[in-house]
């Protein structure tokens, strides 16, 4: 069995759509790992039985620091981390310690509007203030540096038609929805492949 794990901040919808989409044959998501004790994502992992714990770089009652949380993940064997928005930078250490087993979920285009503040309807606002007249999600590896890691998959739509920084962040999230547990998918069926720098989604 595929054992994943998920880092989540807020809402949970992306935690949500992995947990419905992907086959539970498949796939076990082993923990939800969060910054807050109380939202949306842990509710929800708590209503499904998945082990929830919580992270801080400061010593915080009741918080574990990633050093911890990187010994508990390798201690359950995960094999693919997520972060499904989790607003917390991960810190290097880690990053390497799980080399190519942590993706992130950003609600746009990559390279474009990515990096250090980037996130939510941060993203969405400047786009739209922007007037780009495409938008998208966007899969991607996470290295040391903020939105920078190999992209795996995007999907791009039409927001020419929309009024507001919203309507965007509405329309994205569907897309969202579709991208995250596709690719979750393709990993635990073995089939998202590095070759020469470049990320290959196998039939
Ligand atoms: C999602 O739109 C995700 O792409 C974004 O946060 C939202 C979390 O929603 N992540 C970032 O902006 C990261 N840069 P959710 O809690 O409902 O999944």
């Known amino acids: 069995m595929f054992k994943l794990a998920l880092f989540v901040s807020g809402r949970g919808s992306n935690l949500k759509a992995v947990y419905d989409k992907v086959p539970k044959e498949k796939v076990n998501i082993c923990a939800v790992i969060c910054d807050k004790k109380d939202c949306g994502a842990v509710q929800f992992a708590v209503e499904k039985s998945i082990p929830a714990f919580f992270v801080s770089s400061k010593k915080e009652n009741g918080f574990f620091d990633f050093d911890e949380i990187a010994q508990r993940l390798k201690f359950l064997s995960i094999d693919l981390i997520v972060l499904a928005g989790f607003l917390k930078k991960i810190p290097d250490f880690f990053v390497l310690e799980f080399e190519n087993k942590i993706i992130n979920i950003h609600p746009a285009l990559l390279p474009s509007f990515g990096g250090k503040g980037m996130y939510g309807m941060n993203v969405h606002q400047a786009v739209f203030d922007s007037s780009a007249k495409v938008s998208g999600a966007t899969v991607h590896f996470v290295d040391k540096i903020y939105d920078n890691g190999m992209i795996i998959l995007q999907k ?31 990993f635990a069926d073995g089939k998202v492949l590095i070759e020469n720098n470049s990320v290959i989604i196998a039939d």
Not at 160 to 176: F, H, N, V
Not at 178 to 185: A, D, G, M, N
């Open 156 to 186: 791009a739509v039409d927001i020419s038609d929309l009024k507001s920084a919203q309507e965007i962040a509405d329309r994205i999230l569907k897309i969202e929805h579709e991208l995250l547990p596709f690719v979750v998918e393709k």
